[in-house]
């Protein structure tokens, strides 16, 4: 029931989904999402593996083209977008992929620094390295890594590079797909500190796709739950944790259950 | 009668049907794979029209193409020639023709030899690298991270490439033609003994600048062609590290081929 009227509540919609299919090949991943994400706020992705949300999430930043169906960011729809206008579009974007997704042939220093070389031409060289410097330090990764290639750090170290360079240009919208996901306890408090603190400050809309619940609900202003090619809830936490849906609580008391 | 035939159909098909069907389907993937060509070329020309100019990309590029493949193509040239004005003053010498040996070697080193053998070196030697690095990129998401980082992969990974194709293979082209001469004036004169001023003055006499040019010509449509047909199947791979390995294979055939026939109508259209 709040499902219709939370959007309209805090802000005007940064990502509105309309009826979104997406098919590869036979297989049907999504089947006709409809979600509204406010500016300023931050949503999370629930679902099963292999339920769509990285396909999903790729939708958002015009990665993937939908079968049918609108995707509008910043009051645009970017299905029709020709590759220069999604490319003015995407400059709001900030996305920390599953893998990474580091430049190999970069040093970390060079990954970081990459989104600023290239859209901060008036920045010197002395404060891109003060910038990046910073962003590392944030997540907790000493300037002995700087040097290093993506190949030679550890899975986490990986998923943090990643982080650092998604926000370093602070978009308006950072796209997290399981940003925490690999990392230890500590690490993990952090990120999702950091998530907070980007919305507080500076009034980043976020979507997160998360498997760890509590962190979920530490972070989320809303919470989307993915099934079977569709949002079967959507709504803030409290709301979620009442769900009468079958595979949502059956995904709620698992986790509970065990913690 | 489609749909009868299907019915009755066995469940493995008669060999002739099924390498009818692979025929069929290889020329399919041809055709589909020459207009995806032609689009990427039509991409990276729009491409590399526009802002930012990457001259940082493009310089790796030109280095890694054409700086990386001096030695091997010299090589190469000083091999062919003397190979070729070995078998060329066997032949001529059965007419007492030994002094068309000189002029034999430097049209068809000039026309063919040269801008053949210096794009299928490149193709082998960065051709491959190509194909690999962005099909590595393509499956690790490293080209998503570009799009989303607002930077064009296109621009940003294409174009140096092709752009360095195309103008290192003509520079490789008269690399091959200077080290080919001197692997032929070597045998002819040296070796064989025939006469440095005969050999000289009838090459001279043969080999208009027109033949040379023939030679640059070519050697800028292959070196367009194979970067192209690299980038695009680097490009397009999908399937994690074997799907690379297949789309490197292919890469590496389509390329070749690719020479051969475009030697055939650049020839033919240029007489
Ligand atoms: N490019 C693609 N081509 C074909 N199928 C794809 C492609 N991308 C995703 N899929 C399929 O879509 C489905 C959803 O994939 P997706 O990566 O979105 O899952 P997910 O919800 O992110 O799972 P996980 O939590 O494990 O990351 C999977 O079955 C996958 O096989
Ligand atoms: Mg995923």
Redesign the interface.
Known sequence: MVTDSAPAAPGRPMIQIIDLHKTFGEHKVLTGINLTIPEGSTCVILGGSGSGKTVLM?HM???LKPDHGQVIVDGEDIVPLG?AAL??M??K???V?Q?A?????MTVFENVA??LR??RKEMSEEQVRQLVRAKLDLMGLPASVEGRYPADLSGGMRKRVGLARAVVLEPKIVLYDEPTTGLDPITTAYVDEMILAAQAKLKVTSVVISHDISSAFNVADYIAFLSKGVIVEFGPPEQLRESQHPVVRNFLETWFGKN | MATENADKAPKEPHYLLQSIENFGKGAMRVISDIGGVTWLGFQVARWSARRPYRLHNLFAQLDFVGVGSVFIVALTGVFTGMVFAHQSSRAFELFDAESMVGPTVALTLTRELAPVFSALMVTMRAGSAMCTELGTMRVTEQVDALETMAVNPIQYLLVPRVLSGLIMVPVLTMLFNTTGMAGSYFVSVIAKGISAGTFLSRTQQWVDPIDLYEGLIKGAIFGLSVTLVCCYKGYNASGGAKGVGQATTQAMVASALSIFILDFFVGVMLH
């Open positions: 790729k930043i015009g990665l590759d490319e003015k995407r400059r974007f900030g996305m992929f893998a997704a580091l430049f190999d042939s990459f989104p290239e859209h």
